[in-house]
């Protein structure tokens, strides 16, 4: 394949490098009747060592200029010229027939979205290994009492686990982004099915974050919950957000969902 410019307005970082591409493809372990969905081929990089591997691999790719070149490169590869944001899992779901696993080096400024819209999806995922800035990677995995633990942390490690596999240079890509990445290996968990405590537990999680260096009451009160005497929820709210652990805010959640029934 030709090398194509990279464009900045899909936050596009061409890997360069044999030696972090392999470290990628031993985290995700592909096996060869996976659900494997590439976010990005972008130049095929990725894609050429999951080809080999995966009888079924999809790749979903916005940027129309690499379409050509991918399909004739690889011709069994199910490709979808489209945004990732914007296309259903269902229908990818339902032609796998088991749960996706989902792998790229994914824009930057869209990582939230992309994992966020996997936990909309998740009883059609079993997990994830992403390529992201260093700084996001430290959030996804952060843990209770760290300065990076936040609503990203929270949210993650109710409906995940998260692990930050290894560091990466900025060295090995082109164009050489100002940012290190780092790579994180998401395993979804499948029993958070009720879609209901699912919406109200990331709500809580937002507007207890919401004041970030104010108690866990201000925050709460200036919320969408500010009807709610939290006193009686059994959580001490002279606490900051930071200092609760996923289980609080579990208790928290039901303490909400107890006072709208």
Same mark, same amino acid.
């Given at each position: 394949?030709?090398?194509?410019?990279?464009?900045?307005?899909?936050?596009?970082?061409?890997?360069?490098?044999?030696?972090?591409?392999?470290?990628?493809?031993?985290?995700?372990?592909?096996?060869?009747?996976?659900?494997?969905?590439?976010?990005?081929? *972008?130049?095929?990089?990725?894609?050429?060592?999951?080809?080999?591997?995966?009888?079924?691999? !999809?790749?979903?790719?916005?940027?129309?200029?690499?379409?050509?070149?991918?399909?004739?490169?690889?011709?069994?590869?199910?490709?979808?010229?489209?945004?990732?944001?914007?296309?259903?899992?269902?229908?990818?779901?339902?032609?796998?027939?088991?749960?996706?696993?989902?792998? *790229?080096?994914?824009?930057?400024?869209? !990582?939230?979205?992309?994992?966020?819209?996997?936990?909309?999806?998740?009883?059609?995922?079993?997990?994830?290994?992403?390529?992201?800035?260093?700084?996001?990677?430290?959030?996804?995995?952060?843990?209770?009492?760290?300065?990076?633990? *936040?609503?990203?942390?929270?949210?993650?490690?109710?409906?995940?686990?998260?692990?930050?596999?290894?560091?990466?240079?900025?060295?090995?890509?082109?164009?050489?982004?100002?940012?290190?990445?780092?790579?994180?290996?998401?395993?979804?968990?499948?029993?958070?099915?009720?879609?209901?405590?699912?919406?109200?537990?990331?709500?809580?999680?937002?507007?207890?974050?919401?004041?970030?260096?104010?108690?866990?009451?201000?925050?709460?009160?200036?919320?969408?919950?500010? *009807?709610?005497?939290?006193?009686?929820?059994?959580?001490?709210?002279?606490?900051?957000?930071?200092?609760?652990?996923?289980?609080?805010?579990?208790?928290?959640?039901?303490?909400?969902?107890?006072?709208?029934?």
């Amino acid at each position: 394949m030709d090398k194509i410019r990279p464009l900045k307005k899909f936050g596009q970082n061409y890997l360069q490098d044999r030696n972090i591409l392999l470290k990628i493809v031993g985290e995700i372990d592909p096996k060869e009747d996976d659900a494997l969905v590439e976010i990005g081929p *972008g130049m095929g990089v990725l894609t050429k060592e999951l080809y080999s591997r995966v009888r079924n691999l !999809t790749a979903v790719e916005i940027d129309r200029r690499v379409i050509e070149d991918l399909e004739t490169e690889y011709p069994t590869l199910r490709l979808i010229n489209q945004d990732f944001l914007k296309i259903d899992l269902n229908e990818i779901f339902a032609e796998k027939n088991k749960p996706l696993r989902i792998a *790229g080096n994914i824009p930057y400024n869209i !990582t939230s979205p992309i994992i966020f819209k996997l936990i909309e999806n998740i009883p059609l995922v079993e997990d994830a290994v992403f390529m992201v800035q260093y700084e996001v990677a430290k959030r996804l995995s952060a843990d209770q009492g760290s300065e990076d633990y *936040g609503i990203l942390a929270v949210i993650l490690k109710y409906f995940a686990d998260v692990r930050l596999c290894f560091k990466v240079s900025p060295n090995v890509f082109y164009p050489r982004p100002k940012v290190f990445s780092a790579v994180v290996h998401i395993k979804f968990n499948s029993r958070r099915t009720d879609r209901e405590f699912n919406k109200l537990f990331k709500n809580v999680v937002k507007a207890s974050f919401g004041n970030r260096r104010k108690t866990l009451k201000n925050s709460l009160n200036n919320s969408i919950f500010s *009807g709610i005497n939290f006193e009686e929820s059994g959580i001490d709210t002279s606490k900051r957000a930071e200092q609760l652990r996923l289980e609080d805010f579990i208790v928290l959640t039901d303490f909400v969902r107890g006072k709208q029934s």
